[in-house]
């Protein structure tokens, strides 16, 4: 009688890979805060600021935005109204316009 072969040993499991790529509505949260690598676009925490609201949003979109408000009609009323106040030596809030 032949002697019975000796049987293979089982693998070991190995542990799942965690992803490194943040997805769904906190991406961008996860990325800035350093516990994921990029986001599923290629964003990584070199691209990403916070803006003055509190939002994440990219460095680019970030510089586009105050090249546009400092070119708009908006800056300028900004401006107009805040030399006015100090002129007026006015502090607080004073309603402007409006009837």
């Not at 408000?69 to 409006?98: D, E, H, M």
Request: proline share 2%; glycine share 8%; net charge positive.
């Amino acid at each position: 009688m032949k002697a019975m072969k000796a049987m293979k040993a089982m693998k070991v499991m190995k542990a799942k890979k965690v992803s490194v790529i943040a997805k769904g509505k906190h991406a961008r949260s996860a990325v800035f805060n350093g516990t994921k690598e990029k986001t599923y676009t290629g964003l990584k925490k070199t691209d990403l600021i916070k803006s003055k609201t509190g939002k994440i949003v990219t460095k680019k979109r970030s510089a586009a935005a105050k090249k546009a408000y400092a070119n708009s009609p908006i800056s300028a009323w900004a401006k107009a109204c805040q030399k006015a106040r100090k002129a007026l030596g006015v502090t607080g809030f004073v309603p402007v316009g409006g009837k």
